[in-house]
Antibody
Framework: EVQLVESGGALVQPGGSLRLSCEAP????????MSWVRQAPGKGLEWVAN????????YYVDSVEGRFIISRDNAENSLFLQMNSLRAEDTAVYYC??????????????WGPGTTVSVSS | DIQMTQSPFSLSASVGDRVTITCRAG??????LNWYQQKPGKAPKLLIY???TLQSGVPSRFSGGGYGTHFTLTISSLLPEDFATYYC???????????FGPGTKVDI
C-alpha cells in the first residue's frame, strides 16, 4: 500500500527548532518530488516547501524562506523538514505529500496523516 | 505569487442537490489546477487534476472544468459522505511555488 507517515511534531518554545520526518513505506520516494503542506488550527491549507526527486532543487513559501530547510535521504526513503526560529504562527498540522506530474503540472496524490507542531511559551 | 480565491466560503445543501464551487486565479494558469477534498481531522485527498481529469477511484459525480482564471468543481448529486471542505490549488508557477485557495466548506 502506498502511504506516507510523518513524525517529529511537538510543543516547542518560540525561537526553537524542530525536525520533522516523513517515511514512505510502500513506494520508492526517490522517483518523485515531495512537498510539505501545513494547516493552522481552523484554517486552510498552505503549501510550505517542495523538493525535486534528486534533492537538487528546493522551493519555499516566503514566510518560511531562510528558516526552514527541506531535505531528503533517498537511500532511507525519507523526507525531512528542519524548522528553525519557530514562531507562534508556525503552529499547524504538517503534512508530507507525494508530488507528481499529472497531466498539466504537478499534483499531490498521496498524503500522510500529519504531525502537529505547536509553538508556544 | 499566484493568488487563488474561491466562492462561496461555505454552502449548505441537501442530499441529491447539484453543487458548484468556483475557483479563480490571480493570473491565467491554463489548466494547471487541482481540486482536493478534506474531511474533518483527515488529510486532503486529490479529486481532480489538470482542471478536469478525475483522479483514479474518485466517483463520477465529481467533475471539474474551466481554463485560464476561472474554474469550477461540480458535484452532480450530493451524498452524505461529500460533507467536506474543498480546496483548489494551482501548479502553474515555474519554479513550482504552489498555492491553495482558501477552501469552500460544504455542509449537508
Amino acid at each position: 500500500e502506498v502511504q506516507l507517515v510523518e513524525s517529529g511534531g511537538a510543543l516547542v518554545q518560540p525561537g526553537g527548532s524542530l525536525r520533522l520526518s516523513c517515511e514512505a513505506p510502500g513506494f520508492t520516494s526517490s522517483r518523485y518530488w515531495m512537498s510539505w503542506v501545513r494547516q493552522a488550527p481552523g484554517k486552510g491549507l498552505e503549501w510550505v516547501a517542495n523538493i525535486k526527486y534528486d534533492g537538487s532543487e528546493t522551493y519555499y513559501v516566503d514566510s518560511v524562506e531562510g528558516r526552514f530547510i527541506i531535505s531528503r535521504d533517498n537511500a532511507e526513503n525519507s523526507l525531512f523538514l528542519q524548522m528553525n526560529s519557530l514562531r507562534a504562527e508556525d503552529t499547524a498540522v504538517y503534512y508530507c505529500a507525494r508530488t507528481r506530474h499529472l497531466g498539466m503540472g504537478y499534483g499531490m496524490d498521496v498524503w500522510g496523516p500529519g504531525t502537529t507542531v505547536s509553538v508556544s511559551s | 505569487d499566484i493568488q487563488m480565491t474561491q466562492s462561496p466560503f461555505s454552502l449548505s445543501a441537501s442530499v441529491g442537490d447539484r453543487v458548484t464551487i468556483t475557483c479563480r486565479a490571480g493570473q491565467s494558469i491554463g489548466s494547471y489546477l487541482n481540486w482536493y477534498q478534506q474531511k474533518p481531522g483527515k488529510a486532503p485527498k486529490l479529486l481532480i487534476y489538470a482542471a478536469s481529469t478525475l483522479q483514479s477511484g474518485v466517483p463520477s459525480r465529481f467533475s471539474g472544468g474551466g481554463y485560464g482564471t476561472h474554474f469550477t468543481l461540480t458535484i452532480s448529486s450530493l451524498l452524505p459522505e461529500d460533507f467536506a471542505t474543498y480546496y483548489c490549488q494551482q501548479s502553474f508557477s515555474s519554479p513550482p511555488l504552489f498555492s491553495f485557495g482558501p477552501g469552500t466548506k460544504v455542509d449537508i
